[in-house]
C-alpha cells in the first residue's frame, strides 16, 4: 500500500526556525510586498548597452576541493565532477542541525585555542565563522529559498495545472513553490548529477510546508513535497527528447555558471521547451557586496564551478539580447528574478 506522510497541521501566517531550516508561511500584505521584490526598474530594454552597465563580477576564489584536484591531476576540474562535488558538499550544509554545529565548531575553537598551533587555530575559527554565516543567511533570513520573495516573483502567471520543467533542478526547491501556488499539474525536474535526484531532492524535508493555492476555494492552501506530481530524470539538459511542451521553463542559479561564449545556448534550453503561451523565469545570484563576501568565506563549499555575479540589468540584458522579452524583472533576497515569454 502507498504510504503518505501524515503532516501535523501548520498555522498559517506564521514562521517558525526549525534546526535545519526556517518554515514561513505569512503572507505579504500589498504594502509589505515591495521588501520581497523591487520589480520593473529598467523602462525599455533595447535602450540598455553593455557599455552602460559592465559584464558580471567573476568569483575566483575556489574550493580546496577544486583546486587539489586539479593539483593532482594536473588539468582543469571537468564541469560535471565539479557539480557532482558542488552538490555533495552544498547538501551536507541543509541537512545540518545548526544549533547543534554552532555549539560543537564552538567547543572545538576553545580547544584549538590550548594546541597554541595557528593553524589549528585558524580552520576552527574558520569553520565556527561559517556555521554562523549559514545560520545567518540560511535560517534566520531564509535568503536562500526566500519563500516569500519567491512567490512574489512568481505570482500572476496566467496558467492552470502547469507543466513545469525545471532545467538544473538540484533540490527541487523553486518547481515545488511554483506548483503549490498553480496546483494540479506535473513537474519535471532535470539534473545531470544523480545525486540531486538521490539526495537533494529525496532527502528534501517532507515536513517543509509550502504555502499555495487551494484551486476549489481561492484561498490559501499548504502543500508537502508528497502532494506534487514530480518525476526526476537525470540527464544532460542538451540531451533531453522534449518539444516545446512546457507551460513554465524555469532555472535557479544556472546562467551564471556559463561564461558569455555560452549564454546564447543557455538561454535557447530554456526556449526550445516552452510552448508559445509559456513563461521562462529564470533567477541568478545578485552582484551585491555582501553576496560577494559570502561566496568569499563559503568559498570551500560553494566554489567548484565557474561562477559569475551579475546584476538585474547585466542577467536582463543576456535574455533580451537572446531574444526573450521580460515580462517582470525584480531582484528578491539574494537573486535576480526574471519572468519572460519567447518572442
Ligand atoms: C547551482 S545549481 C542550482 C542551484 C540550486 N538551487 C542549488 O541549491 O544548488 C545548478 C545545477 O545544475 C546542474 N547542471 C549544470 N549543467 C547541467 C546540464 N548541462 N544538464 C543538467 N544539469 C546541469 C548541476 O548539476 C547543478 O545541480
Redesign the pocket.
Known amino acids: 500500500m502507498l504510504q503518505t506522510a501524515v503532516h501535523r497541521p501548520v498555522a498559517l501566517g506564521k514562521t517558525e526556525m526549525k534546526p535545519s531550516y526556517r518554515m514561513d508561511l505569512r503572507q505579504y500584505t500589498q504594502k509589505e510586498y515591495d521588501k520581497f521584490v523591487k520589480v520593473n526598474t529598467v523602462n525599455d530594454w533595447s535602450q540598455v548597452t553593455w557599455k552602460d552597465i559592465g559584464k558580471p563580477y567573476e568569483v575566483t576564489s575556489f574550493s580546496k576541493e577544486k583546486t587539489e584536484w586539479e593539483e593532482k591531476h594536473g588539468e582543469i576540474l571537468p ?1 560535471h565532477t565539479s ?1 557532482t562535488m ?2 555533495q558538499s ?1 547538501h551536507q550544509w541543509f541537512s545540518k542541525d545548526v544549533p547543534a554545529d554552532i555549539s560543537e565548531k564552538k567547543d572545538a575553537f576553545f580547544h584549538s585555542l590550548k594546541s597554541f598551533n595557528p593553524s589549528e587555530v585558524k580552520t576552527a575559527l574558520g569553520d565556527y565563522l561559517r556555521i554562523h554565516l549559514w545560520n545567518y543567511v540560511h535560517r534566520i533570513q531564509d535568503g ?1 529559498w526566500d519563500p516569500r520573495g519567491k512567490r512574489a516573483l512568481f505570482e500572476g502567471l496566467d496558467v492552470k495545472k502547469p507543466r513545469i520543467l525545471f ?5 527541487g ?2 518547481a515545488m513553490q511554483l506548483s503549490a501556488m498553480y496546483p494540479g499539474g506535473e513537474v519535471v525536474m ?4 544523480p545525486f ?1 535526484r538521490d539526495a537533494r531532492f529525496a532527502e528534501f524535508p517532507a515536513a517543509y510546508p509550502f504555502l499555495g493555492k487551494n484551486p476549489r476555494t481561492g484561498g490559501d492552501k499548504v502543500y508537502y513535497k508528497d502532494a506534487f506530481t514530480i518525476s526526476y530524470v537525470v ?4 540531451n533531453l527528447p522534449y518539444g516545446a511542451e512546457f507551460d513554465i521553463v524555469l532555472s ?3 546562467l551564471e ?1 556559463f561564461p558569455d561564449s555560452m549564454k546564447a545556448e543557455v538561454v535557447e534550453w530554456h526556449r526550445k521547451f516552452l510552448k508559445p503561451s509559456g513563461y521562462i523565469v529564470m533567477t541568478t545570484p545578485r552582484a551585491q557586496l555582501r553576496s560577494k563576501l559570502y561566496y568569499e568565506i563559503m568559498a570551500d563549499v560553494m566554489n567548484h564551478t565557474y561562477r559569475e555575479l551579475m546584476t538585474l540589468e547585466q542577467m536582463g540584458l543576456y535574455l533580451h539580447e537572446n531574444g526573450l522579452d521580460i515580462l517582470k524583472h525584480g531582484y528578491i533576497k539574494v537573486h535576480n528574478g526574471i519572468v519572460a515569454k519567447a518572442k
Not at 532545467?167 to 533540490?171: D, K, Q, V
Not at 532535470?190 to 548529477?193: A, G, K, P, S, T
Not at 540527464?235 to 542538451?238: F, H, S
Open positions: 564541469v557539480w558542488f552538490n552544498f536562500i532545467l538544473g533542478a538540484a533540490e526547491y523553486e532535470v539534473d545531470y548529477d540531486c540527464d544532460d539538459i542538451r535557479v542559479g544556472l555558471h
